[in-house]
T-cell receptor
Framework: DAGVIQSPRHEVTEMGQEVTLRCKPISGHNSLFWYRQTMMRGLELLIYFNNNVPIDDSGMPEDRFSAKMPNASFSTLKIQPSEPRDSAVYFC??????????FGSGTRLTVV | RKEVEQDPGPFNVPEGATVAFNCTYSNSASQSFFWYRQDCRKEPKLLMS???SGNEDGRFTAQLNRASQYISLLIRDSKLSDSATYLC?????????FGAGTRLAVHP
């Protein structure tokens, strides 16, 4: 298995632009998670899906953030409009219930 | 109070030392427990699961005390390659909560 695949690996964008992060979970995993990591706040859970349905989005910082999972093999996290404080590493992870997570390599986002 | 609390470190130890990390969690209903390792600029990776009876994987030993809501990780005979951040992770049925991590630096 190729593991959890995220794209792009790096993204540099100007403030106000739309940013779309992509994730392909491990085939057969029922759950998908989006995390954000910064030095100040560590790993923060933004949202997670079970069987493509959003279960808990209480970690999404504000309305500028949205996430979708149109099918079992693909999810997106969108920021519109982006702001400098959104600069972070965004990780996607997947698992089956009560199993450990497998993380993707992350997208390093810089908003200037 | 944070759901999972760890000493941030850093722990600076010489090669060959034994080092112990501790972690406490607030939700007594938690069902699953793990230690993850994260190298600089990389994703977190599973180091080991933690079981009530305690478990060992080579130089690594993990312990869980449900009554005290406390988890520990012991690393014996530290290697330079053990330098990383160690994340304590606690979960319910599905969602996992990550501690902020403890940084370990092993020096020659």
């Amino acid at each position: 298995d190729a593991g959890v695949i995220q794209s792009p690996r790096h993204e540099v964008t100007e403030m106000g632009q739309e940013v779309t992060l992509r994730c392909k979970p491990i085939s057969g995993h029922n759950s998908l998670f989006w995390y954000r990591q910064t030095m100040m706040r560590g790993l923060e859970l933004l949202i997670y899906f079970n069987n493509n349905v959003p279960i808990d989005d209480s970690g999404m910082p504000e309305d500028r953030f949205s996430a979708k999972m149109p099918n079992a093999s693909f999810s997106t996290l969108k920021i519109q409009p982006s702001e400098p404080r959104d600069s972070a590493v965004y990780f996607c992870a997947s698992n089956n219930p009560q199993e450990h997570y497998t993380f993707g390599s992350g997208t390093r986002l810089t908003v200037v | 109070r944070k759901e999972v609390e760890q000493d941030p470190g850093p722990f600076n130890v010489p090669e060959g030392a034994t080092v112990a990390f501790n972690c406490t969690y607030s939700n007594s209903a938690s069902q699953s427990f793990f230690w993850y390792r994260q190298d600089c600029r990389k994703e977190p990776k599973l180091l080991m699961s933690v079981y009530s009876s305690g478990n060992e994987d080579g130089r690594f030993t993990a312990q869980l005390n449900r009554a005290s809501q406390y988890i520990s990780l012991l690393i014996r005979d530290s290697k330079l390659s053990d330098s990383a951040t160690y994340l304590c992770v606690v979960g319910g049925y599905n969602k996992l909560i990550f501690g902020a991590g403890t940084r370990l630096a092993v020096h020659p």
